[in-house]
């Protein structure tokens, strides 16, 4: 180890391999808006008072014990005992980039591996880096990419095999997308022709059941997968919208799978892998990452130039001068002060109108009230599609939009609401001589007469 560190020629190419991470540190401080992650937070909480994962909904009036379970009951508990240990979530930003980064160092060490060219794991890096941008959210979705990683990593290696159904059943604890996972490694087992590939996928899967909710751990995906028509309402499971910039990146990835099979540098086989992959990344937003994080080293193969560059060597006091000032770039961004987004949250000033008592607000602001105010306040809705269904989602917009709220307002003794200003709710209850009691560029609230 001592003598290929010793090898190692510094030069300003390596350090666009972590400008682009460096840029991310900063993407990762912007102002917060993942209120799914904040319902994490306070299950976590819950399940560390309770001693046991959740089984049933404790958080809504109308749902409150109907059978429903945290798939991701371990990342709960880590973040409800972070929050408990730094009492807040200022943490969040330093979780982010750790798994972030985390994620694209596996990624560019498949990449160098399967190129060989540190300019190409270079531009890998900045395509990773702009991609995980809209990606770098809290909940935890983001274990998903670092597990993905480190099986694909894992693949690379048949001595590393043998971690495979650790971090299988280690990934069936933190989020329910490790059976992407266990396909990955079928499609290599079918691409190599390898049966230890099988008999890998066959124990990740086995192992998952005994994480701690057992058998359990298959039926959430089932439920989840019974109610796609309510995910059809949530956008990060709606079809990409190719004309939307954040698109480019994976874009460009297509393009580079296309140009590096037309020169012949991926193989027939290769196909069966990266295919099944690009088609996984086209049917949601939400895959569009995974699928660029076993996809990419695949394409980047095409741009190895055909006569390899000679060895250089830059001066090391100003390659490690630069490279100090990329990384306190960075730092100065990590640091910054986190702030809840203003079109997401309510601000505190809204919060303090509120009286007691039950409220109607919208899907959005659900996981944040779980957060901020219960269990003192009960709460309607939030953004869990396997609890509430196709038909439970609707039911709250279409109040929104001022259909049927006389009947639910008296049905569950509702005196409040927390709405968008655009909501035709908004007008509806004006002219039924609700008063406004508070008013922003993002929330209006109403009391009864």
């Known amino acids: 180890m001592a003598r290929r560190l010793a090898e190692i020629r510094p030069s300003i190419r390596h350090l666009f391999l972590i400008v682009p991470v460096a840029a991310l540190a900063w993407a990762g401080t912007t102002p917060f808006s993942d209120n799914s992650f904040l319902w994490h937070v306070r299950a976590g909480t819950l399940q560390l008072d309770q001693g046991r994962v959740l089984t049933e909904d404790p958080f809504t009036m109308e749902f409150a014990g109907e059978p429903w379970r945290t798939q991701s009951w371990l990342a709960d508990l880590m973040y409800g005992s972070l929050e408990r240990m730094f009492d807040g979530i200022g943490w969040t930003p330093y979780y982010l980039f750790f798994l972030i980064a985390s994620t694209i160092t596996l990624v560019l060490l498949v990449t160098r591996h399967r190129t060989g060219n540190l300019g190409v794991t270079a531009g890998a890096a900045v395509l990773l880096c702009w991609q995980a941008v809209p990606f770098a959210i809290a909940r935890p979705a983001i274990f998903s990419y670092l597990m993905l990683a480190a099986v694909a990593a894992s693949l690379y290696d048949r001595r590393a095999l043998w971690a495979v159904p650790g971090l299988i059943w280690l990934w069936a604890a933190l989020h329910g997308s490790f059976v992407v996972g266990i396909g990955l490694v079928i499609l290599e087992g079918i691409r190599l022709r390898s049966r230890r590939h099988f008999e890998v996928a066959a124990a990740g899967a086995v192992l998952a059941t005994f994480t701690a909710h057992g058998l359990g751990v298959w039926q959430i995906l089932i439920s989840f997968a019974g109610n796609r028509d309510a995910l059809s309402l949530i ?214 007469p």
């Open 235 to 448: 956008q990060e499971w709606q079809p990409p919208d190719y004309s939307h910039p954040f698109m480019v990146p994976f874009a460009l990835m297509v393009a580079g799978v296309v140009f590096t099979a037309t020169r012949g540098k991926l193989e027939t086989r290769s196909l069966i892998v990266v295919v099944p992959f690009l088609l996984f990344g086209m049917l949601a937003v939400r895959n569009l990452y995974p699928a660029m994080i076993v996809v990419l080293p695949y394409a980047a193969a095409g741009f190895v130039p055909e006569k390899a560059a000679a060895p250089r060597r830059d001066p090391a006091l100003l390659v490690f001068g630069l490279g100090a000032v990329i990384v306190l770039f960075g730092l100065v961004g990590l640091l910054r002060t986190v702030t809840f987004a203003e079109d997401a949250f309510p601000p505190p000033a809204a919060l303090d109108v509120l009286e007691p008592g039950p409220i109607f607000h919208g899907i959005g602001p659900g996981g944040y009230l779980i957060y901020a105010q219960w269990p003192e306040r009960p709460i309607l809705v939030d953004d869990r599609a396997e609890l509430f269904g196709r038909e439970g989602f609707e039911r709250y917009i279409d109040v929104s939009d001022g259909y049927g709220w006389e009947e639910m307002f008296a049905e569950l003794d509702i005196s409040q609401a927390l709405m968008e200003p655009d909501w035709i709710l908004v007008r509806e209850l004006s002219e039924a001589g609700w008063v406004e009691v508070y008013r922003d560029d993002n929330f209006v609230i109403a009391s009864a």
